[in-house]
């Protein structure tokens, strides 16, 4: 019997998951390449908890070529698989989100019940819809700088690659039936592990009526199909297929998926891990009489506690996520266990970024780790992690770069940046500028939230604002607290007992701050917010001089 996908990776000695995953997959003594294989069904916009296999499979392929193996890594779109349902939202070549009213959703509708790859792309910029959404999971795979072979189901199956071990399973159908019985209802006498495609209409039918494998063909009626809540009809036609003329079922397909790639392990989603890996092990087995590859089981991601669906549209892709983060941040989001649900936040990205800045700092050793197994974590992922490591490397603090992107100056990014001493006098110019390129990502980020950093701060000229006398007065004495050099919370105490003590409201108080800064009335939580801009700036700004 094959591992137990639950225990896979769980750690042992290891500081890392992905080096306890290679240990088990060394155990198996297999033969260079070794192949790290992930799929998906491209059914609609690709989102991160797809990406989630590629990088669980990528972290593996890493820790094994550290060994010194040769390393496949390969990905198959189930592009075969028949079009269920029309989704809610889709996604041009650009990673523009669009709703159904902006393409042709009728023509989607009309070809339900039909593989992906027969199906037009609805932008009609590639071959087919399978196409085209294959197309974006490569290019996330390319943004984050993962190479990876992505391998179409129905170019194997058009390629006569499925077509012996097809013939294997129909020649073996009843020990077939038996094994499904296990797993799957409504496995009867008469059920054909073939799905048919219709010569017709070009759907996938169920309507089996007889094998004839001395001709290579299966027979059928082009019946109604059970699609989740709906029915896909059948046009009742009557006709024969050839083995490649259609597809094994899923239970059947991934397995063979792993005879014809020769894969030695395989990630999946905890829904595979109770349904169709433990039917898929029995099925490779004692069906196909080979050897399942070593598997692991990974949590799902939740999009700000909510269940990632692109059919839903509740998703987030890795263009999007990159727009917000460097691309070796978010490849440290999958360094972390994969054995604990995940959420990806897009309102605490700041909180990742942070995570990610303490990781790097532990790995060049600037900071002492939390705990022991962490210096060993480092070391082992952040080679993985970022392509060229670099001591000389800047990062500037996620949230003060959100202030930064408050001003469009970049001579004025870099001069506060260094004032506050976040760039070094001796950083070379290439890290200065990776430095500051953080600053459009901080940026973004606030503008897609509408958070605390989501303001145009005015430096360049001070916004025209009259104050009376106490105002006046009470602004200079805050200038001089926050001269001595506070932090947040204390800075924004004393804004109350400035204002009491000057007998001035509260509210207006406030007010006054905001217009001196963002030539506004209302902005973020004033003390903290103060606390994270340059000292010179703001006790020159409540002097009213600059």
């Known amino acids: 019997m094959a591992e137990d996908p639950y225990e896979v990776g769980r750690g042992g000695r290891r500081a ?7 240990d088990a997959v060394e155990a198996r003594d297999s033969e260079d390449p070794i192949v790290v294989k992930g799929g998906v069904s491209p059914s609609g916009v690709p989102h991160i908890g797809h990406f989630n296999e590629i990088m669980r499979g990528y972290f593996v392929a890493e820790a094994l070529r550290d060994r010194g193996h040769e390393v496949r890594q390969v990905f198959t779109a189930d592009d075969k698989d028949r079009l269920r349902k029309v989704p809610r939202q889709l996604a041009d070549l650009e ?94 006498e008469e059920y054909v592990p073939f799905v048919p495609q219709c010569e017709a209409c070009g759907k996938l039918t169920e309507g089996v009526t007889d094998v004839d494998l001395e001709v290579g063909e299966v027979h059928y009626v082009c019946t109604d199909v059970e699609a989740g809540d709906q029915t896909i009809e059948g046009c009742g036609h009557e006709g024969a297929a050839s083995l490649r003329d259609g597809k094994l079922p899923w239970r059947f397909e991934w397995p ?157 990014r870099e ?47 001070m916004p ?14 805050l200038a001089d607290f926050v001269a001595e050099g506070h932090d947040g919370e204390e800075i924004q105490g004393e804004i109350y007992e400035t204002a009491k003590r000057h007998d001035i409201d509260i509210g207006e108080f406030f007010a006054a701050g905001y217009r001196l800064l963002f030539d506004d009335t209302q902005g973020p939580q004033l003390g903290p917010f103060i606390a994270k801009l340059d000292r010179e700036f703001v006790v020159a700004r409540l002097r009213r001089e600059a």
């Not at 990776?434 to 940026?443: D, I, M, N, S, T």
Request: net charge negative.
């Open 464 to 477: 025209d604002a009259d104050f009376d006398a106490a105002t006046e007065a009470a602004l200079d004495e």
């Open 95 to 188: 990673w523009n989100v669009v709703g159904l009213g902006e393409v042709d959703a009728g023509a989607l509708g009309r070809n339900l019940g039909k593989p992906y790859t027969d199906i037009p792309d609805p932008f009609g910029c590639c071959d087919s819809y399978g196409a085209h959404f294959t197309n974006l999971l490569k290019k996330s795979a390319e943004l984050v700088g993962v190479d990876v072979e992505f391998v179409s189901n129905t170019q194997l199956y058009a390629d006569g690659e499925f077509e012996a071990v097809t013939r294997r399973v129909l020649e073996r159908a009843d020990r077939a039936r038996d094994v499904l019985a296990d797993y799957q209802n409504k496995v009867d």
């Open 16 to 22: 890392f998951w992905a080096d306890s995953v290679a």
């Open 256 to 412: 063979a998926q792993w005879e014809i790639l020769g894969v030695d392990f395989e990630p999946f989603g905890k829904d595979h891990a109770e349904g169709s890996w433990p039917s898929g092990e029995d099925i490779a087995e004692n069906v196909l009489d080979i050897q399942p590859p070593v598997p692991m089981v990974y949590e799902w991601f939740t999009l700000d506690g909510e269940p990632l669906s692109s059919s839903s549209g509740n998703v987030v892709t890795v263009d999007e996520v990159l727009d917000l983060l460097e691309p070796e941040v978010f490849k440290y989001f999958f360094v972390k266990t994969p054995r604990k649900q995940r959420d990806f936040s897009v309102e605490h990205v700041d909180q990742l970024v942070d995570e990610f800045d303490a990781f790097e700092r532990v790995y060049f050793g600037e900071v002492d780790p939390h705990e022991d197994d962490e210096r060993e974590l480092a070391e082992r992922a952040y080679p993985m992690v970022v392509d060229d490591p670099r001591e000389e490397r800047v990062r500037i603090p996620y949230t003060f770069a959100a202030v930064l992107g408050m001003t469009d100056d970049p001579d004025m």
């Open 415 to 461: 001069d506060i940046a260094r004032k506050e001493g976040h760039i070094p006098d001796d950083a070379p110019e290439w890290a200065v500028e990776g430095a500051l390129a953080r600053v459009e990502r901080a940026r973004n980020w606030a503008r897609r939230t509408g958070n605390e950093f989501d303001y145009e701060l005015k430096r360049t000229a």
